[in-house]
């Protein structure tokens, strides 16, 4: 998916660790990869892998130990809002606001949409996930599913130059994961935005990415980046799709089938 | 079949069904008003009336059973007091003085805590300060303090001011604080993610998700403030211009007048009591249970 071939992302030779009081924990060993406008970027790989950290580290929590993160030509150095972030937990949305406070306040925080043009980029925002009948509800009247799609309203309103998605559906019911995958592609169907969508379900990578990058366990390094958007639309039982989710499947498990599988891949 | 002596019990074979839900209309409207009745019983206001009713009746009957108003006098009495003492004015005059030196002692020592945990989440060194000197002196009851107070500002307000700071400022210091500390990671990461930092950063994301200890520090430090007060003006009698309501206890005494130490004490209740259940409970529910963040 790079028809307009414009480089969003650029992740070079990156390296990342944690220093804990006792260890100092690579989670993530040179990784490369670049992401262009329009691409439904997945990164997959195990449990424990470093995606979480890597997600971080371009949001600008964390300060690679080596390599550089560039967004639009630009070095990351801090989070902003231009690369908006969708976690999994469901708290993330401010519990002291409604739907709609919600969706307006990183507008407002950052200054990039006021007053009226505000108001109705967030109810247009919610209204596209679906939820104008709640916008006036506060977080912990919404179920799981209605709390990501406000998170989600909330990260697409701020138009960022890339949605940076870390395993924003782990934390659903089987059948709402199905919905919100659906929804998901149905609104980029419809605005074209660019995303980075972290997963561990080799699924889910399929269904949602256009383009695939596989990491090995830990520590994470690039093991293979596959297109899959060929399978875009395809159904499950689709011969295409099983193909590739058992050539995903020797990616990632080769070399594991003798030492211990990694815990959660589905 | 079974060698083993395993009884294998049968699985009970029954038809698959599919059907229409059946009619729900005969329940009337899915949500339903309660009953006068059924709603009264679940205000707590009206449950806590209820009990407070009980109390005086059993207060009355026993002063009147006792029938010793030197010792402890009948709720009428003591409330025949009280109206008069706030018809003249008396009592009034003392709440007022009582409320004054309060409100400004909570009131410094709020912002205070405001500034020093707002230090503390934004410096380490701020941090350590704040956890040392809470150490060391929220253990140090309040009125200890009084008679240094006395000693460097005098016999006055400052002195009971300075008293009810640090009766105030650790409580909703070390509440606020460990308030801010269990803020989810990844609520402060997304208000981080808007380039939020400092203190716009603290009062429009820390605060509010550590509302629920911030209140809680609120009320431990109100009650702290009252109690000190009460106890700093009984002891060291007028320490501000016209004497409060804990000098008015110490007077009434003097005189063996009974009624007035109770028509005195049942005002510090009642104000107590207002401002625990009708001001920050209001305060509650408008905010941590309307936000689901506490019960
Ligand atoms: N805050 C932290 N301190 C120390 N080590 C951490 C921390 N967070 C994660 N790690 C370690 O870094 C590695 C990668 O973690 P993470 O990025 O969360 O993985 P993933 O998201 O792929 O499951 C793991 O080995 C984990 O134990
Ligand atoms: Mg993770």
Redesign the interface.
């Known amino acids: 998916m790079t028809e307009d071939g414009s480089l969003v992302l650029d992740v070079r030779g990156v390296t990342l660790q944690y220093k804990t009081p006792r260890h100092l924990v690579t989670a993530t060993y040179r990784i490369n990869l670049e992401v262009y406008e329009s691409d439904r970027f997945v990164i997959l790989g195990p449990s424990g892998c470093g995606k979480s950290t890597l997600l971080k580290a371009i949001g600008g929590f964390m300060a690679p130990i080596e390599g550089d993160i560039f967004l639009r030509g630009r070095k990351v150095v801090k989070p902003g809002p231009d690369r908006m972030m969708v976690f999994q937990e469901f708290e993330q949305l401010m519990p002291w606001k409604t739907a709609l406070g919600n969706v307006l306040f990183p507008m407002k925080a950052t200054g990039r949409f006021r007053g009226k043009e505000a108001r109705e980029r967030a109810l247009a925002a919610l209204s596209k996930v679906g939820l104008t009948k709640f916008v006036d509800s506060y977080p912990h009247m919404l179920s799981g599913g209605m709390k990501m799609r406000v998170a989600i309203a909330r990260a697409m309103a701020m138009e960022p130059d890339i949605l940076l998605m870390d395993e924003p559906f782990a934390a659903l019911d089987a059948l709402t994961r199905r919905r919100m995958q659906e929804d998901l592609l149905a609104l980029w169907d419809q605005l074209r935005f660019t995303v980075l969508f972290v997963t561990h379900s080799i699924e889910e990578a399929i269904r949602v990415g256009s383009r695939i990058l596989v990491l090995s366990p830990h520590p994470g390094r690039v093991r293979a980046e596959l297109n899959s958007s060929y399978v875009y639309g395809q159904p499950l039982d689709d011969a295409a799709f099983g193909l590739l989710s058992k050539r995903i499947h020797n990616l990632v498990f080769e070399g594991e089938a003798e030492a211990k599988q990694p815990e959660a891949l589905v | 079949m079974s060698s083993s002596g395993i009884v294998k019990t049968q699985q009970v074979v029954r038809p698959e069904f599919d059907r229409i839900p059946v009619d729900a209309s005969s329940v009337g409207a899915v949500v339903r008003p309660l009953s006068p009745l059924q709603r009264l019983l679940d205000n707590v206001l009206f449950r806590r009336c209820a009990i407070l009713a009980a109390l005086a009746l059993i207060w009355q009957l026993y002063a009147l059973w006792l029938h010793n108003s030197l010792l402890f006098p009948t709720l009428t009495d003591t409330l025949k007091v009280m109206i008069h003492d706030f018809g003249d004015g008396t009592l009034l005059r003392r709440t007022k003085s009582s409320l004054e030196v309060l409100l400004m002692g909570y009131a410094a020592g709020v912002a205070l805590a405001a500034v020093l945990t707002t230090l503390a989440v934004s410096t380490r060194l701020g941090d350590d300060i704040l956890s040392t000197l809470t150490a060391i002196f929220n253990p140090l009851p309040a009125i200890a303090l009084l008679p240094l107070a006395l000693i460097w500002f005098g016999l006055g307000t400052p002195s009971l001011v300075f008293v009810l700071v640090h009766g105030v400022l650790w409580a909703i210091a070390l509440n606020t604080s460990s308030g801010f500390r269990s803020v989810?990671e990844?609520?402060r990461?997304?208000g981080?993610?808007?380039?939020?930092s400092g203190v716009?950063y603290v009062v429009?994301?820390l605060m509010?998700?550590a509302?629920p200890s911030i209140l809680t520090g609120l009320k431990i430090g109100w009650a702290f403030a009252w109690r000190t007060l009460i106890a700093a003006e009984l002891v060291f009698g007028v320490s501000s211009r016209s004497g409060g309501l804990g000098w008015y206890i110490f007077e009434a005494r003097e005189e063996l007048n009974t009624s007035s130490v109770f028509a005195d004490l049942l005002t510090v209740i009642m104000i107590g009591l207002l401002v625990e259940s009708v001001l920050f409970r209001t305060i509650e529910t408008r905010?941590v249970e309307?936000?689901?963040?506490q019960r």
């Open positions: 989810p990844t609520l990461m997304s981080r993610n808007y380039g939020l716009r429009t994301v509010p998700a509302f905010t309307k936000w689901g963040m």
